[in-house]
């Protein structure tokens, strides 16, 4: 199990995204409304994964210190092989939080689906028991996109100018017929971690620190 202690700032993390035409790919479930607070910082806890540093596609018994969120890994591979099988129906109406139904949408995961597949080929395989967490602190102020909004409303911290958003990324590498393939699946921290906020993916090239985009 490997350990990671970060700090880092959204806007480097929308940087990256932005650079998609460069050959570095991720596609988000939602179009304009991403998946993080826009313009906001946000502080990272501990942060760890199964695997070495050479090797993060393996499985490994998750650690003492991340075993609260072994209901978001059970979630993700549940959720990954439901897109394995093309069923975005189902993801959407079992596993995305019930406030953010209209924003995300049967439509919007079937996109990833349909892209992920297009760049990568079909999902061959993965492992159950490879797993990756990040725990994450949105810090954004409040703004006009309804997915901001949502967040705030429900698990913010109740201050006007700011909210204090707790959040986990789940971090699923997995193989398509010609790549490797890391997905992201953001949840609340809300304890229960059976309720996605929104899933990305990315080629993978290497290991990398969890929650790195």
């Given amino acids: 199990m490997v350990l990671f202690s970060t700090d880092r700032s959204v806007t480097t993390l929308f940087a990256s995204r932005q650079r ?63 897109m394995q099988a093309g069923d975005a129906k189902t993801i959407a109406d079992n596993y995305v939080l019930d406030e953010l139904k209209p924003l995300l949408t049967e439509a919007d995961i079937q996109k990833v689906i349909d892209s992920s597949t297009e760049n990568f080929g079909p999902i061959v395989e993965y492992k159950p028991m490879q797993w990756g967490f990040e725990p994450r602190v949105e810090n954004g102020k409040r703004d006009k996109s309804e997915f901001n909004k949502v967040l705030a409303e429900k698990y913010g911290d109740g201050k ?25 699946l953001q949840f609340p921290d809300d304890g229960e971690y059976n309720k996605i906020l929104g899933i990305y993916y990315k080629e993978h090239l290497a290991p990398r620190n969890v929650g790195s985009f």
């Fill in 160 to 184: 006007k100018a700011a909210s204090k958003i707790p959040i986990v990324f789940s971090v699923k590498v997995v193989q398509h017929e010609n790549a490797t393939v890391n997905y992201w």
């Fill in 20 to 82: 998609g035409n460069g050959g570095k790919r991720l596609v988000v479930a939602l179009t304009a409304m991403t998946l993080v607070l826009s313009g906001c910082n946000y502080d990272t806890r501990a942060s760890g994964r199964s695997g070495t540093y050479q090797d993060d596609y393996m499985e490994s018994p998750i650690d003492e210190e991340f075993t609260a969120y072994r209901p978001a890994l059970d979630a993700s591979n549940e959720i990954i092989a439901l």
